[in-house]
């Protein structure tokens, strides 16, 4: 019996019918990917309880000079970064009317939800005191003018919104016609909202780094990193679109209406011209800033070809093979373009998230392995749940007829 | 007394404005350029001959050769 079928059955059965259903494995369970995800996830919980057990320090390389590691600089900034697509796409179909991108809207919020869920919810690992995190929230000893205290309620109200985006796939999965309705009602304010959010945190996270003007080296450090962050986020985000999409296509394509196949080729096409576009952007940017810092003099030290890697080869190589991609109608090219871009993105974070942060310091940071093994964990499981989800839930496959008749 | 020197262009930031002229009307160019694709090809059979090609129209050896 096919998903769809059983989302369309759904009111004959009683709920316990459907939960018992919903929860039954879709789709053979020794398959290579589960066999690698699945020890990592086992192991990366049993460090996740060490960590609350002993404290941060027996699970991390963290140090006074380092309070900031591979869960920040990977877990929050990149993937908040990665998140951007949903923020864009939604804008671009909803507020646009860009109808074109419409079939993978929906894969494209629930990524987004899930990056926010896992990546920023890693953010509890990183906390001292992972219960001071509702603090922000009630109003307990938080700064009106802290941009943690920004990032902190955007990524709650963000969260909210993306569910709020998401939530008519879920009215249709629980086969609820009314509240379906009154979703979709929801739908446009709660993209307008979010998108206002998005290009707000996104820069914030940028932000956080402003007063490290003496940790930071300069060249990373420029007061307009918050415009660079946010700048960034459209193209790593519509990059990720890209990548998952091509992987989520070729995985869930019995999902997919065969007539509808070549329509995804349009829709990557267009994506890569938009992040073609915004990457030549951020490339200005970054000369200009460069130029306004006047900083010549460190392109001829180690820490101006490691600067050079970055630029040139994650964003001026990419950028050139997007262009050459869209103009050729090449999509294995674009495919290339989207995953160099996507390594980019990490190493940039990363640069100013810790590489790059005290680089005068002699103490230096380099993620222990469980650090690795906790942040993959959290990676494997954003995917289960997203292929959870998507096996079940008409996230890729049409809505029920009395919802495309709505 | 400091001395400024108005004709050098990283002091009067110059550079930059040229810069940001340059990026504006390069921007321009790089979408343009952009837009010029190659034509989108699409997998699958070849379309059929057009009717009038296989049926209306005579072979062309059939009164031609005569």
């Known amino acids: 019996m096919s998903t769809a079928v059983t989302t369309e059955t759904m009111p004959r059965r009683s ?25 990592v996830i086992l192991a990366g919980m049993v460090l996740v309880v ?26 929050v900034m990149t993937g908040v970064a990665f998140a951007g697509g949903a923020y864009v796409l939604t804008a671009a179909v909803y507020v646009l009317h860009a109808e074109k991108y419409h079939p993978i809207i929906r894969a494209t919020v629930l990524n987004g939800l899930l990056s926010y869920m896992f990546y920023a919810g890693a953010l509890m690992l990183d906390l001292g005191r992972p219960w001071h995190i509702v603090n922000p929230i009630i109003g307990n000893r938080f700064g009106y003018n802290s941009i943690l205290f920004l990032v902190a309620w955007h990524f709650l109200l963000y969260m909210t919104s993306e569910f709020l985006e998401f939530s008519p796939a879920i009215a249709e999965w629980l086969w609820l016609p009314k509240l379906r309705r009154f979703l979709g009602m929801l739908t446009l304010p709660t993209v307008i909202f979010g998108v206002t959010l998005s290009c707000l945190h996104q820069s914030g996270l940028g932000a956080l780094f402003l007063f490290n003007r003496n940790k930071l080296h300069p060249l990373w450090y420029t007061e ?25 296509h070729r995985v869930f394509r019995a999902q997919l209406d065969p007539k509808k196949h070549h329509d995804f080729d349009d829709i990557i096409l267009g994506l890569a011209r938009g992040a073609a576009a915004t990457m030549y952007v951020y490339l200005f940017f970054k000369l200009l800033v460069f130029v306004h810092g006047k900083h010549w003099h460190y392109l001829g030290t180690k820490w101006g070809w490691w600067w050079l890697v970055e630029i040139v ?43 790059a942060f005290n680089w005068k310091s002699p103490v230096t940071y380099v993620p222990a392995v469980a650090e690795v093994v906790i942040t993959l964990m959290v990676v494997f499981l954003e995917i289960w749940a997203f292929r959870w989800i998507v096996h079940r839930l008409p996230v890729l496959r049409e809505p029920p007829a009395w919802a495309r008749e709505g | 007394m400091e001395v400024h020197h108005y004709v050098n262009i990283f002091e009067t930031k110059g550079v930059e404005y040229i810069l940001v002229i340059l990026f ?14 190659a034509p989108v090809r699409r997998q699958g059979p070849p379309p ?6 296989t049926i209306v129209a005579p072979p062309k050896d059939s009164s031609g050769g005569r």
Request: one cysteine or more; proline letters at 6%.
């Open chain 1, 15 to 39: 709920w316990k019918e459907f939960i018992l259903d919903q929860l039954r494995p879709r789709g053979p369970i020794f398959t290579p990917f589960n066999v690698i995800s699945a020890p």
């Open chain 1, 50 to 75: 060490i960590r609350f057990w002993k404290g941060i320090g027996a699970v991390t390389n963290l140090n006074q000079s380092y309070p900031w590691g591979l869960w920040i600089g990977f877990d």
């Open chain 1, 224 to 248: 307009f990193l918050p415009v660079l962050f946010l700048v960034s986020s459209v193209f790593a985000g519509l990059s990720m679109v890209i990548f998952e999409g091509s992987i989520t």
């Open chain 1, 313 to 355: 080869g994650f964003v001026a190589v990419p950028l050139a093979i997007y262009t050459h991609g869209y103009q050729a109608r090449r999509i294995g090219a674009i495919r290339l373009a989207a995953a160099l871009t996507l390594v980019g993105i990490i190493l940039n974070r990363m640069n100013v998230c810790f590489i």
């Open chain 2, 24 to 37: 504006l009307l390069t921007f321009v160019i790089f979408m343009r350029h952009l837009k010029r694709h």
């Open chain 2, 48 to 53: 059929p001959p057009r009717l009038e090609e």
